[in-house]
């Protein structure tokens, strides 16, 4: 008889997770509390991007962050909030914000963000490109001296850990954008990078793993555990009780409550970001590209095209301010003078929360108080970069095979 797994939480890690689980024999149960059809997995940028090796906590970033706080419309923001999780995070936070953690943690992000874009590119291999998955990099673009002086360097960095990049004028930049017009002083490209459009990324996993037998149980709110000593033995839910042999905690930004039912503390904060997404546009970019003095990420997919940002450190919840999404999509104008989109109404303005570290680095391993229990979350700003990777050794893990990759650093009791 083969072992049942289930993994709590429906979003890009815990698809993927599912995905390699099933594929190794396992009878897997998915518990999902929406139906798998919007979420923070969903209106995400789609970039997969092996670029993006350096955490949010850098040097530099509390500085920023602080002028940022004093602006409305700026692309970071923490509201003060008495809260006792919040204040031991933003601590945790300033604590890793250094030149001598983030050179520790870059080769780790590294490692497994090379893994996830090859495994990525496996998935579409053997599911089909139905998500639109696009392997022609990403640009880096800027206005300011500042900014291009940050990126080139960054470049540099890029490539003494062996990605290539291209260092581009404004009028190569142009040249690869013959659709629209740019207006930027140049930009570095990352070929490496590859984006894709995570919604239907999701829908075809979803269908994948239905049509071979895994069990989505949708609609359904996780409220609290069965225990035995070290064993979790059951999960219980607003729809009955579903017993394990071993259990994956992969609900997103909500990890520190469910974990919390089991008797385990996780430091995370949600980080809300916001997305606007245009159907059909008539030209389009060929290129997805940050617009790095913005702190925009815009993503055509296909004929569509999306545009996304803001970091907005306030708790769980899904209110809008539209000042922030008028400040995407103003920072996009001001690259894209000639889009000819116009801003749209409040419900029209996605949202998600991302769930973030201290340090930038995701959850992914066993938890000691369990021998059946293994976490896989907190991935910040890379959820959907690093799903297929999170995915696969998360099957390595509930089969104590060696990993692909060293996991050490992503421990997930490295704040007790
Ligand atoms: C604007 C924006 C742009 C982004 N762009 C990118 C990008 O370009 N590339 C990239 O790599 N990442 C990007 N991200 C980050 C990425 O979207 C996230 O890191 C990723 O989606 C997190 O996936 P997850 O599966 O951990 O969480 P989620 O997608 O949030 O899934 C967790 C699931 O758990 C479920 N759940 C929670 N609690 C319970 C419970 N008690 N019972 C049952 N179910 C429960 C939730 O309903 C949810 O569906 C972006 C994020 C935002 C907001």
């Not at 689980?21 to 997969?48: H, P, W």
């Not at 017009?181 to 930009?187: A, D, L, N, R, S």
């Not at 069965?226 to 905690?249: A, P």
């Not at 997919?301 to 450190?313: F, P, Q, S, V, Y």
Request: with cysteine; proline share 5%.
């Amino acid at each position: 008889m083969s072992k049942n797994i289930t993994v709590i939480g429906g979003g890009a890690i815990g698809l993927c997770s599912a995905f390699y689980l099933q594929k190794e024999g396992f009878d897997v149960t998915v518990i999902e509390r929406g139906d798998i059809t919007d979420g923070t997995s969903f209106g995400n940028a789609g970039y997969v991007s092996p670029s993006h090796f350096t955490p949010l906590a850098s040097p530099g970033v509390i500085a920023q962050g602080l002028r940022w706080m004093l602006s409305s419309t700026s692309p970071f923001y923490i509201k003060p909030r008495l809260n006792i999780d919040l204040i031991k995070w933003m601590l945790a936070f300033w604590g890793k914000a250094n030149k001598k953690t983030v050179e520790q943690n870059i080769p780790q992000l590294n490692n497994i963000l090379h893994l996830s874009r090859q495994l990525t590119s496996e998935i579409k291999n053997e599911l089909g490109n139905h998500f639109r998955m696009a392997e022609v990099g990403c640009f880096m673009l800027y206005k300011s001296p500042e900014t291009e002086k940050h990126e080139i360097e960054l470049a540099e960095q890029a490539k003494r850990l062996g990605i290539e990049t291209k260092v581009l004028n404004g009028r190569q930049v142009q040249d690869m954008e013959p659709e629209v017009e740019v207006i930027t002083k140049g930009g570095v490209l990352y070929p490496i990078d590859c984006h894709l459009h995570p919604g239907d990324l999701m829908q075809t996993l979803k269908s994948h793993l239905i049509a071979k037998g895994a069990k989505l149980q949708l609609n359904t709110e996780v409220t609290g555990f069965e225990k035995n000593g070290d064993q979790v033995k059951s999960v219980i839910t607003d729809k009955g009780k579903f017993d394990c042999d071993e259990l994956v905690i992969a609900a997103g930004s909500w990890m520190p409550m469910v974990a919390k039912k089991l008797g385990i503390y996780i430091l995370m904060q949600a980080g809300k970001g916001y997305s606007i997404t245009y159907k059909n546009v008539g030209k389009n970019l060929h290129h997805p590209a940050i617009l790095v003095d913005k702190r925009v990420a815009m993503t055509p997919m296909g004929n569509d095209l999306r545009m996304g940002g803001t970091m907005e450190i306030s708790g769980i919840n899904k209110n809008i301010l539209l000042k922030r999404a008028r400040a995407i999509y103003d920072g996009a104008n001001s690259y894209y003078p000639k889009l000819g989109l116009d801003f749209p109404s409040a419900d029209k303005i996605w949202n998600g929360l991302r769930p973030l570290t201290p340090d930038g680095l995701p959850y992914i391993g066993r938890h000691s108080k369990y021998n059946n229990l293994i976490l896989a979350g907190g991935h910040a700003m890379l959820g959907l970069s690093l799903a297929a990777a999170t995915g696969k050794l998360v099957e390595e893990i509930a089969c104590n095979k060696p990993t692909s990759i060293d996991i050490a650093a992503f421990n997930a009791e490295r704040y007790n």
